[in-house]
């Protein structure tokens, strides 16, 4: 072996430099090359579902018989593929109708109809119309599916409904006041509850 002459020292010393550096840099794990987008929008709280929707119906009048009526919905999901889930119970709180409508087939807003019949629905009184919301979230990072369903209740809706009194019935709520009996009671009764 040759020993190093005094012109050759710089470069080994250069050499050495280089070889250290490269060392150090496959022993230190380099970070991230740049700012990553959140996989996935944090899970709305219970009051913004609320703020995402809302239901109405008017006051009805329920007479013998099963006959149709309507109400209204708005949604404002946050992503376009959505589907609202819509129930509505009777003063008793049984539920007494329910739809779905789905993104690509409704509208965010529209009007749609429900059925009611007088046998047997808890009436008069106040009937609710509730509403859950869900959706879907797509990651913005195309390599790791990080894809989330988030579902939530949007602000519920109350509507009034009374029942058609029949003459038989108004009759026989007379005869019950004036009478103050019991039989003269489930007399009214009867007649009322059968329209």
């Not at 007494?96 to 509208?107: E, I, K, R």
């Not at 913005?140 to 003459?167: C, E, L, N």
């Amino acid at each position: 072996m040759r020993p190093i002459t005094k012109a050759a020292r710089p470069r080994a010393r250069r050499a050495r430099r280089l070889l250290t550096a490269g060392a150090i840099a496959l022993c230190v794990p380099l970070g991230p090359l740049g700012p990553v987008e959140a996989a996935s929008a944090a899970e709305p709280t219970a009051a913004q579902f609320a703020a995402m929707g809302s239901t109405h119906a008017p006051a009805y009048r329920l007479p013998p018989g099963c006959h149709w009526y309507t109400y209204t919905y708005r949604v404002s999901p946050p992503e376009p593929e959505w589907s609202l889930e819509v129930f509505i119970t009777d003063a008793a709180g049984v539920a007494q109708a329910s739809d779905v409508m789905l993104s690509g087939a409704d509208p965010t807003q529209g009007t749609k109809r429900f059925q009611l019949c007088a046998s047997n629905t808890a009436a008069p009184g106040r009937f609710t119309i509730r509403g859950k919301l869900s959706y879907r979230h797509y990651a913005s990072m195309p390599i790791v599916d990080q894809t989330r369903d988030y579902s939530g209740w949007i602000a519920s809706s109350h509507f009034r409904v009374s029942k058609h009194r029949s003459a038989r019935c108004v009759k026989a709520s007379k005869k019950a006041k004036r009478l103050h009996t019991a039989r003269a009671r489930r007399a009214a009764h009867r007649a009322c509850h059968r329209g």
